[in-house]
């Protein structure tokens, strides 16, 4: 592996850098877009049962927004109710639906970050073919029998190489990145159909 980046040449550095980055970065969004960080399959209907008959407690609220992105945003429809007497119902819609941009703030975080990469990867990797194609024409204007074979050689494995590497680190970046966007999709659908369907029994606790 050394013997393929020394033959690579400097303009491998910044792509390892981007691949150690894209390889953390996948890692976490792999951890933090769980279902059971999000949006755990019965929460809901377990928050509609208990909420049907009073409003939780204020320490039921508050476990209940440590449960999940899901658990937080329910929890601040409770305690915009809780708080506040004479909530209207519109301002306990825009109160779930800045829970609810906080929550897609959340599960974004890092994606421009993984989708930059993905960008930006095939571009090093044409900066290391630019730089191995000026070793080869270096090494072509040296002398008159045809240059240096070693400095041509080096060019070779310069270009090919960064090219390649730009390649295997752009690709599977931008099928993960895109993998990620649609998960949140899939989660910020699921969130929003969930604040309505607690909206709705809420509607009987306001004036």
Known sequence: MFSI??????????LLICSVLALAL????????????????RLLDEVLGLSQQSLP?????DRLAEN???????????RAVLGEPDLSEEKLRQTFEL???????QMERYLNTLGTIATAAPLLGLLGTVVGMIEIFGS???????????????????ALYNTAF??????????????????VEEYVLELEQ???????QLKRYLP
């Open 140 to 158: 072509q204007g040296q002398g008159a029998t045809g240059g240096n074979p070693a400095q041509l050689a080096h060019g070779i494995s310069i």
């Open 26 to 41: 996948v890692i976490e969004k792999f951890a933090s877009l769980r279902r059971s960080r999000v949006a755990p399959p």
């Open 99 to 105: 829970a609810g941009r906080r929550a897609i703030h």
């Open 166 to 183: 730009g390649l295997m680190v752009a690709i599977p970046s931008l099928m993960l990145y895109r993998y990620f966007k649609g998960r």
């Open 68 to 78: 999940s992105l899901l658990g937080s945003q329910l929890a601040a429809g409770f």
């Open 194 to 200: 969930a604040s309505d369907r607690l909206l709705t």
């Open 57 to 61: 407690t204020p320490d039921m609220i």
């Open 5 to 14: 980046i020394q033959a690579a040449g400097w303009p491998i550095w910044p």
